[in-house]
């Protein structure tokens, strides 16, 4: 038994982390928040060059064969740095597809197939939203698709079911972060005769991406609030010497870190095909955003005034975690689910 | 990443569940009480046999003389709480003294106690906190007066559990008033029926008294009964509080009482609805699942971070803060499923489970604030998992 990262998983991690913390300043996620198209593009082929957009393609498809855990640490990273990768839609993606025998596998691999994803309808449809496949035609819309800008596909729930299609009209719907793009999308085509798994376990993966994100964004904004409170003086000490500061970064560091073991358990449990996987990554999302959005709030709180500004620009963490809080299953929504999934509503 | 057994474990695994089985018919019940009934001594008896309990502790000293093994330790605990059965002895003497013992104890003193307090014919109260040494333990004052051969301890201790049943005391004692506070204290062994020795039981919020106060007049104890040296007492004392707040906040136990909780909304009614059919308290149960869950990865990896030899970090610091906590929420739903009837308490005719939610919510808030209260565990949180500034100390007198 061992419950932990190998030492292949936490190279992975470490090489995504110097990336980001590198090559991902804030100041270009300020641009790319204010739609400069230059650099979203060149972060864009910056985030290809990193070759992760394959890491659930088959190795058979030109893919890197790991699992979910090993996706997880990946999206963690980006979390952190509230980057806006392509990277959650492909992998979700290449999970739905992979050992089906579809050739998108290997589009995915080698960058030359880019998908979106709109998956939240699964739990929440409101303003009409929805897909509705009727003979050769798809008609209606879907709110919140992700990554669909600049994508050849679409992975979409139609008729209560996982279909890929070509991407018709994509309206950008404007939220509070303007790092990630989501839309409102209708479909020009869906693809027939592709295989996809069944609905459950897609969106099981797309909520622990969802909550390694939130994972990711926490963590930086209790390194932030801990290294705050370490510098600013009041009273002629530094903040984090007074208990009622430093209780509050206790509290999220104890919400924190069991939270990282629940998440690598939930992805585990789907990469092993655990009965309880389902359930598990249902609650992982919803825990993850309960305590994601405790410590967005306090994070903010612990930073004072500064927290509230956008000179320090803690609310694109603040704002990544309230989103991904809503989009692919609510926690109230997703605790349903996972009560449906253990048999407990009758 | 690899949550299965070796061949080696599983079968480990198979065979304490078979021992367990085939022997449960040896298993004391609730009727026979007492800590010292002889069917409870022949069960922690046969237990350690089996090298189910007192399971590394040499042979010499009566345990089962096997090799530290955390996962099979894990394995054992696992095994206890499917069967249902009863779990070994774990009083304070066995938890604690024991492996003060074991470490700094003289070669008299392990062969007088070890192998007796295994057995649970010897019974231990712990004599640590004063009214006004809790948090702040190393304020600790009352007195022991160097006389000859002996100290004269005179003084008070609280929060001692199983006093009125215990045979033996280790005790933190101050040898040293002139010293700094954590210089100047030693930790002492003695019979609790020396003459002078007064136990009060202390009614707490159950109704019932869990814990006593201890006051000593003019109590004549020998030297011998000290562990290590005198004045070195603090030292002797941490190396196991660390180990007490390891035991509280087991994910184990806090998975089996969820699973009760879910089977009591499984089959209890509120106007004719099944309680987990009410929406509500079905989004509460989830939440705490999402929780439990997390306590057990979280245990999982403290148990793998063990095996390698690795410090569990901030994994180990938050245990018992979160696992106490999430008890306590765990009996805080279960009393508002059952509403009016979760406020029913001791006896009656539409009591639940013998009201042990009940019993638990109160409990578990003095597990809360016992063992280092949940707000030292977040000054320990962020000094040493967060290296955030150090509390101020106060002039030591």
């Known amino acids: 038994m061992e419950f932990g990262l190998s030492e292949d998983q936490i190279m992975l991690q470490e090489t995504v982390r110097r990336f980001v913390a590198e090559e991902v300043p804030l100041d270009l996620i300020r641009k790319v928040a204010a739609g400069d198209e230059v650099v979203i593009a060149q ?83 409101r303003d009409g939203s929805g897909l509705l496949i009727h003979d050769d035609t798809v008609a209606g819309s879907t709110l919140m698709a992700m990554d669909v800008h600049g994508s050849t596909h679409v992975l979409c729930l139609a008729n209560d079911a996982i279909h890929t299609g070509e991407p018709g009209a994509a309206e950008p719907v404007k939220t509070i972060d303007r790092t990630r793009v989501f839309s409102k999308l209708g479909l020009k085509s869906i693809d027939k005769g592709i295989q996809v798994r069944d609905v459950d376990r897609v969106f099981a993966v797309a909520c622990v991406l969802m909550a390694a994100d939130t994972l990711g964004a926490a963590q930086c904004m209790l390194d932030k609030a801990v290294a705050y409170a370490a510098e600013r003086q009041q009273f002629g000490r530094v903040i984090g010497s007074f208990q009622a500061v430093k209780h509050l970064c206790a509290e999220m560091a104890a919400k924190l870190e069991p939270a990282r073991a629940l998440l690598w358990h939930a992805a585990h449990a789907i990469d092993v095909e655990d009965e309880e996987a389902l359930a598990m990554a249902f609650l992982a999302k919803a825990h993850i955003s309960e305590i994601g959005t405790f410590i967005a709030r306090t994070s903010t709180e612990v930073h004072g005034g500064m927290g509230f500004t956008d000179l320090v620009g803690l609310h694109y963490w603040f704002k990544r975690i309230g989103v991904n809080r809503q989009v692919m299953g609510s926690p109230m929504a997703l605790r349903e689910l996972a009560a449906r999934q253990q048999g407990l509503v009758a | 990443m690899d949550l299965t057994l070796s061949p080696e474990y599983a079968a480990f695994r198979d065979q304490i569940a078979d021992t367990l089985k085939a022997n449960a018919h040896l298993a004391p019940g609730p009727e026979d009480k007492g800590l010292k009934h002889p069917k409870r001594l022949a069960w922690q008896d046969f237990l350690i046999r089996e090298g189910l309990t007192a399971r590394t502790i040499p042979t010499e000293y009566g345990g089962y003389g096997a090799e530290p093994d955390i996962l099979k330790s894990r394995i054992i605990a696992e095994e206890f709480a499917r069967s249902g059965l009863p779990r070994p002895l774990a009083g304070q003497g066995i938890s604690m003294l024991v492996p003060t013992l074991l470490e700094l104890g003289t070669p008299e003193q392990k062969e007088a106690y070890i192998e007796r307090t295994l057995k649970g014919e010897l019974i231990w109260c712990q004599g640590y906190s004063e009214p006004g040494a809790g948090s702040d333990l190393a304020a600790v004052r009352t007195r022991a007066v160097d006389d000859g051969d002996d100290f004269v301890i005179n003084g008070q201790k609280i929060w001692t559990s199983t006093a009125r049943q215990a045979d033996m005391m280790f005790c933190l004692v101050r040898t040293d008033p002139d010293a700094k506070k954590h210089h100047g204290i030693t930790y002492i062994l003695f019979p609790m029926d020396t003459p002078g020795i007064e136990v009060r039981p202390l009614v707490d919020m159950t109704g019932a008294a869990n814990f006593n106060e201890v006051f000593f007049t003019d109590v004549r104890v020998p030297k011998s009964g000290v562990v290590f040296e005198v004045n070195k007492g603090w030292q002797v004392a941490n190396a196991t509080l660390t180990h007490e707040r390891g035991m509280l906040g087991d994910p184990n136990a806090t998975k089996a009482r969820f699973v009760e909780l879910v089977e009591l909304m499984k089959t209890e009614t509120v106007n004719g609805q099944r309680l987990i059919d009410n929406p509500v308290l079905r989004d509460r149960l989830m939440a705490l699942q999402g929780e439990v869950y997390a306590m057990q990865a979280n245990g999982l990896r403290i148990t793998t971070n063990r095996l390698k030899g690795e410090s569990p970090g901030l994994s180990g610091l938050v245990v018992k803060l979160q696992g106490c906590e999430l008890n306590h929420q765990i009996a805080g739903l279960a009393i508002d499923a059952l509403g009016e009837l979760g406020i029913l308490y001791e006896e009656g005719e539409h009591l639940r489970s ?44």
Request: proline letters at 4%; aromatic letters at 8%; one cysteine or more.
């Open chain 1, 43 to 125: 972060l864009a082929t910056d985030l290809g060059a990193l070759g992760l957009d394959g890491l659930l393609v088959p190795e058979a498809d030109g893919g890197a064969g790991l699992g979910v855990l090993d996706a997880i640490l990946v999206q963690e990273c980006f979390g952190y740095g509230v980057v806006p990768a392509r990277f959650l839609s492909n992998s979700v993606v290449a999970y739905a597809l992979r050992d089906t025998g579809s050739a998108f596998v290997n589009g995915i691999a080698s960058g030359e197939t880019r998908f979106g994803i709109a998956l939240n309808d699964f739990t929440s449809r």
């Open chain 2, 354 to 397: 013998g009201g042990s939610w009940q019993w638990r919510y109160m409990y578990d808030l003095g597990l809360i604030i016992g063992g280092g209260t949940a707000q030292i565990q977040k000054n320990i949180i962020a000094e040493r998992g967060l290296s955030m500034p150090r509390e101020p100390r106060p002039a030591r007198s």
